[in-house]
């Protein structure tokens, strides 16, 4: 199949720009666009459980173990016990944590302005609509059906 005619080559070559762009930008900050990621899920005032962030951003709880490790020793999170959940963590945010915080918000919001710049609503409501239904159609294992043939 040709590159220019595969659905997931768009994808990948399109994520793969965003995310060297995005790590880019976080390195000027010595961050890491995994590190502002999770940040930006990270209640600003109440912190988040840990066993919350993994699902919420689609995340491996290796992965975000790491993620968290390094930002800890960065300084932008801390781990405090869960007052509602004896066995839970919450993770919060340093004041430095939420400084970095409105950087990736400010990065975020810049990207999606210069995109809405030049992109129409209606090329992005079919975008939404085609990434939603990918999503929809992977969830349902309608593309590699996860049962063994007899």
């Keep these: 199949m040709l590159k220019g005619k595969s659905i ?16 880019e930008q976080a390195e000027k900050f010595d961050s890491t666009m995994a590190m502002a990621f999770v940040i930006l899920n990270i209640d600003y005032e109440n912190g988040t459980p840990s066993t919350a962030l993994g699902p919420l951003m689609g995340m491996e ?3 975000l173990s790491r993620i968290l490790k390094s930002m800890e ?6 781990r405090e016990k ?4 004896g066995r839970g963590v919450l993770i919060k945010l340093t004041d430095s944590g939420k400084e970095k915080r409105e950087d990736a ?4 919001l810049k990207f999606n302005d210069i995109v809405r710049q030049n992109v129409t609503e209606e090329e992005l409501s ?11 159609l992977i969830a349902k294992d309608s593309i590699f ?3 063994k043939a007899s």
């Design 82 to 85: 869960n007052p509602n959940d």
């Design 61 to 63: 709880a290796t992965s």
């Design 8 to 23: 997931d080559h768009h994808l990948r070559a399109t994520w793969q720009a965003v995310a060297k762009m995005y790590n």
């Design 145 to 147: 059906s996860k049962k």
């Design 105 to 108: 918000k400010i990065a975020v």
């Design 126 to 136: 079919a975008f939404f609509k085609v990434t939603e239904t990918i999503n929809h």
């Design 73 to 78: 020793e960065k300084g932008a999170i801390y």
